[in-house]
T-cell receptor, first 112, second 113 residues
Framework: DGGITQSPKYLFRKEGQNVTLSCEQN?????MYWYRQDPGQGLRLIYY???????QKGDIAEGYSVSREKKESFPLTVTSAQKNPTAFYLC???????????FGPGTRLTVL | GQQLNQSPQSMFIQEGEDVSMNCTSS?????WLWYKQDPGEGPVLLIA?????ELTSNGRLTAQFGITRKDSFLNISASIPSDVGIYFC?????????????FGTGTRLTIIP
């Protein structure tokens, strides 16, 4: 069953703690993306990776970090430096130089 | 970062009505995509458009790639309850080494009983 998985669906953390969100895909896609969505808002790009061991900052990278050690995995760490981390986080992937991105089910992070 | 202008922001319609929404940009795009997002879920691709002037259908959904390449339109005919959700447009411009989508701000569709 091919697809993109994000875990967990809901995540709660105390202020000041780092937290890592998981994103895995078995679609053999080269590129992976992380977006943030706030209530009633569109999607804003945090980081993206077009190939293993390489990634670029998106529009709102401050306070976040990523790694791409394996093709199928692109974890996102929300650090304590992110001033307003409570949001819905979406991971996406796409094949090579294509344009169509496919999304995971999302993780809702709440920082208390 | 740029976000595309999408309108209307929200729509309240009765079941059976047709729906129209559009997306505009100050920049040219090579590809337009339309996604639907259900509450608490990731967006799902509805239609992809690759050529200026192209008109593509997917069931009751029809989308068009504007002739200027700076806009796109989505129509839903005879709306049903499962059409409720947020619709996003996204544009893609192939810049080598910069493979990013630009998303619209979304249109929230609500069906009034």
């Amino acid at each position: 069953d091919g697809g993109i998985t994000q875990s967990p669906k809901y995540l709660f953390r105390k202020e000041g703690q780092n937290v890592t969100l998981s994103c895995e895909q078995n679609l053999n896609h080269d590129a992976m993306y992380w977006y943030r969505q706030d209530p009633g808002q569109g999607l804003r790009l945090i980081y993206y990776s077009q190939i293993v061991n390489d990634f670029q900052k998106g529009d709102i990278a401050e306070g976040y970090s990523v790694s791409r050690e394996k093709k199928e995995s692109f974890p996102l760490t929300v650090t304590s430096a992110q001033k307003n981390p409570t949001a819905f986080y979406l991971c996406a992937s796409k094949q090579g130089r294509g344009d169509t991105q496919y999304f995971g089910p999302g993780t809702r992070l709440t920082v208390l | 970062g740029q976000q595309l202008n999408q309108s209307p922001q929200s729509m309240f319609i009765q079941e059976g009505e047709d729906v129209s929404m559009n997306c505009t940009s100050s920049s040219i795009f090579n590809t337009w995509l339309w996604y639907k997002q259900d509450p608490g879920e990731g967006p799902v691709l509805l239609i992809a458009l690759y050529k200026a002037g192209e008109l593509t259908s997917n069931g009751r959904l029809t989308a068009q790639f504007g002739i200027t390449r700076k806009d796109s339109f989505l129509n839903i005919s005879a709306s049903i309850p499962s059409d409720v959700g947020i619709y996003f447009c996204a544009g893609f411009r192939s810049n080598f080494g910069n493979e990013k989508l630009t998303f619209g701000t979304g249109t929230r569709l609500t069906i009034i009983p």
